[in-house]
Antibody, heavy 119, light 107 residues
């Protein structure tokens, strides 16, 4: 059974860089059938798509975050990662990693990682 | 960006009721619309994609339909497990966008 697990610091200082890694198990991140994505959810708010990556490294980003976000893939470790730089309190959220299947919907999700931006 | 507007924001209903949640897109998205269910403290779960196709393992009491840029999620007979927040998502074009959510509460 496919599983995704987010990992990374739960507390980041303002103006610093938020870094999270998603480890995929039970399946290969190098499958040609899937993209991999990041979505976030501020406390008590709705969902915001951050971006997607293919195993080849091809990326798509939300323009609202594009200038501050980098998504990368590490096929040797079956992982993909998210970096958001110059964070502020508005970046406080639960960050989810997820798989996009062929219809471009998110069919498998990680449990989510809460990241708080605070000094 | 394509705006997705869900209604209502909150819905109270009894077990056994038939309920409908609506999602309206600000422009045409063809049928590229998904519905997710989210319970407190959990990740969203995919219920329906391509407006009306049920994801594997999702009970048949869930159904989706479309009319132009208006999409509906219907639960034919509410079960206790269905009380959650529901989100629509368009994947017709980047950036993918979600509705603001509909919280389904027990009456």
């Amino acid at each position: 059974q496919l599983q995704l697990q987010e990992s990374g610091p739960g507390l980041v200082k303002p103006s610093e860089t938020l870094s999270l890694t998603c480890t995929v198990s039970g399946g290969s991140i190098s499958s040609s059938s899937y993209y991999w994505g990041w979505i976030r959810q501020p406390p008590e708010k709705g969902l915001e798509w951050i971006g997607n990556i293919y195993y080849s490294g091809s990326t798509f980003y939300n323009p609202s975050l594009k200038s501050r976000v980098i998504i990368s893939v590490d096929t040797s470790n079956n992982q993909f990662s998210l970096k958001v730089n110059s964070v502020t309190a508005t970046d406080t959220a639960v960050y989810y990693c997820a798989r996009l299947e062929s219809s471009a919907t998110f069919d498998f999700w990680g449990q989510g990682a809460l990241v708080i931006v605070s000094s | 960006d394509i705006q997705m507007t869900q209604s209502p924001s909150t819905l109270s209903a009894y077990v056994g009721d038939r309920v409908t949640i609506t999602c309206r897109a600000s422009q045409s998205i063809s049928s590229w619309l998904a519905w997710y269910q989210q319970k407190p403290g959990k990740a969203p779960k995919l219920l329906i994609y391509k407006a009306s196709t049920l994801e594997g393992g999702v009970p048949s009491r869930f159904s989706g339909s479309e009319s132009g840029t208006e999409f509906t999620l219907t639960i034919s007979s509410l079960q206790p497990d269905d009380f959650a927040t529901y989100y629509c998502q368009q994947y017709n074009s980047f950036p993918y966008t979600f509705g603001q959510g509909t919280k389904l509460e027990i009456k």
